[in-house]
Nanobody, 113 residues
């Protein structure tokens, strides 16, 4: 079973940047995953997809974050990353990584005005 632990969340000023990390452990590695994604969820709202990386390295983003968020991976260290720039106050949410069918526990991002 894969275990995923996110880190890197915290408080940032509007317009600032954060980089989230997702450390994978267990039998499945980031290098062999078929789907790597980041999501976010605000209280009372549905979980929203914000970034995806395919095994070949292709990346996809919704329009809401395109040009500001970047998903990347470090196969050697079995980690997935999400670089977030120009963060806005409404993006104060819990961010989750998902590798194949496994979810992480999430990390809180707070954006102050």
């Amino acid at each position: 079973q894969v275990q995923l632990v996110e880190s890197g969340g915290g408080l940032v000023q509007a317009g600032g940047s954060l980089t989230l990390a997702c450390a994978a452990s267990g039998r499945t590695s980031i290098a062999s995953a078929y789907a790597m994604r980041w999501f976010r969820q605000a209280p009372g709202k549905e979980r929203e997809w914000v970034a995806q990386m395919m095994p070949g390295g292709s990346t996809y983003y919704p329009d809401s974050v395109k040009g500001r968020f970047t998903i990347s991976r470090d196969n050697g260290n079995n980690r997935l990353f999400l670089q977030m720039n120009s963060l806005q106050t409404e993006e104060k949410e819990v961010y989750y990584c998902k590798v194949d069918d496994e979810w992480g526990l999430g990390t809180q991002v707070t954006v102050a005005s």
